[in-house]
């Protein structure tokens, strides 16, 4: 009941800046508070955590790769995340996923496990 569309990938060089958004939908989200987060997941690696993002917005935490570079942010009025990315690397590279679970207070996940709901993905790709 929860549909997710990434979007704002693209192709940039090493010290550049993307923003990706998240725009959600469904009855489900509507309802319910949602925290939300991104993850990637580069060829041949497993997905990897990038930041989550508390219910209403209260609180970010963010993979100490990311830490200082990227920043997650949402706009509940218009039920979409986003995560800013500044000084990308090439090891940013991958498919970026946004994903979503139901919440009842402020906390936020960090593992897959904790999701319900996640979107295709958009592709980032940092050229050296």
Same mark, same amino acid.
């Given at each position: 009941? /929860?549909?997710?569309?990434? $979007? ?7 010290? !550049? &800046?993307?923003?990706? &958004?998240?725009?959600? $939908?469904?009855? *489900? ?11 990637? %997941?580069?060829?041949?690696?497993? +997905? ?5 993002? $508390? +219910? &209403?917005?209260? +609180? *970010? =935490?963010?993979?100490?790769? #990311?830490? !200082? +570079? ?10 979409? /995340?986003?995560?800013?990315?500044? &000084?990308?690397?090439?090891?940013? *590279? ?13 906390? /936020?996940? /960090? ?5 319900? =709901?996640?979107? %295709?993905? *958009?592709? #980032?790709?940092?050229?050296?």
């Amino acid at each position: 009941q /929860v549909q997710l569309v990434e $979007s704002g990938g693209g192709l940039v060089q090493a010290g !550049g &800046s993307l923003r990706l &958004s998240c725009a959600a $939908s469904g009855s *489900t989200f509507s309802s319910y508070g949602m925290g939300m987060g991104w993850f990637r %997941q580069a060829p041949g690696k497993e +997905r990897e955590f990038v930041a989550a993002i $508390s +219910r &209403s917005g209260g +609180r *970010t =935490y963010y993979a100490d790769s #990311v830490k !200082g +570079r990227f920043t997650i942010s949402r706009d509940n009025a218009k039920n979409t /995340v986003y995560l800013q990315m500044n &000084s990308l690397k090439p090891e940013d *590279t991958a498919v970026y996923y946004c994903a979503a679970h139901p919440a009842q207070s402020e906390g /936020v996940f /960090v593992f897959s496990k904790g999701y319900d =709901y996640w979107g %295709q993905g *958009t592709q #980032v790709t940092v050229s050296s």
